[in-house]
């Protein structure tokens, strides 16, 4: 069975009510159901999970190690500041596809710089929460085994 692994950072539990007119009114509860919905429909496992604490992120991705097949990863600010979650997804070994609901590049300078870039196979930003959902058809694309194999 495919494994993929969502995480989200800090203040991804706010959704919904942070910066509506940025990153519209569905909650994280929301993308969790959407991303349910997109893997149950590719026969995928899903985790997801959100943390606003840096050490915890790191943990759960060294707990991805050997053990998922791929991570969505939306880091929120951390994307920009944290080269210890660049480190421990090299370290993870796992395929890693970076998401961002908003497009960070029409946003200010500060967000247009990403350490995760680095160590991501692919980077969606701006598609709103069915960034996930593209991230996840993506992984079940590359991950599922050709026909007759
Ligand atoms: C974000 C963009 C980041 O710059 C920001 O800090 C977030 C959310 C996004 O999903 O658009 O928290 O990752």
Not at 14 to 22: A, F, H, K, W
């Amino acid at each position: 069975m495919t494994t993929l692994l969502v995480l989200n950072g800090p203040n991804l539990n706010m959704l919904g009510l942070r910066q509506p007119e940025v990153y519209g009114r569905e909650t994280l509860a929301d993308v969790h159901a959407l991303c349910q919905q997109a893997a149950s429909k590719l026969d995928l496992t899903l985790e997801f999970q959100q943390s606003n604490h840096e050490g915890q992120m790191i943990d759960w991705i060294h707990q991805a190690r050997g053990r998922v097949d791929g991570i969505v990863i939306n880091p929120g600010a951390w994307t920009h500041t944290s080269v210890a979650i660049h480190d421990a997804l090299i370290a993870a070994e796992v395929p890693v596809i970076e998401v961002h609901i908003s497009n960070v590049h029409r946003r200010e300078a500060f967000r247009h710089h990403s350490y995760i870039s680095l160590v991501a196979k692919a980077v969606l930003a701006g598609f709103g929460t069915h960034g996930y959902v593209l991230a996840i058809e993506h992984f079940a694309r590359e991950l599922r085994p050709a026909p007759g194999q």
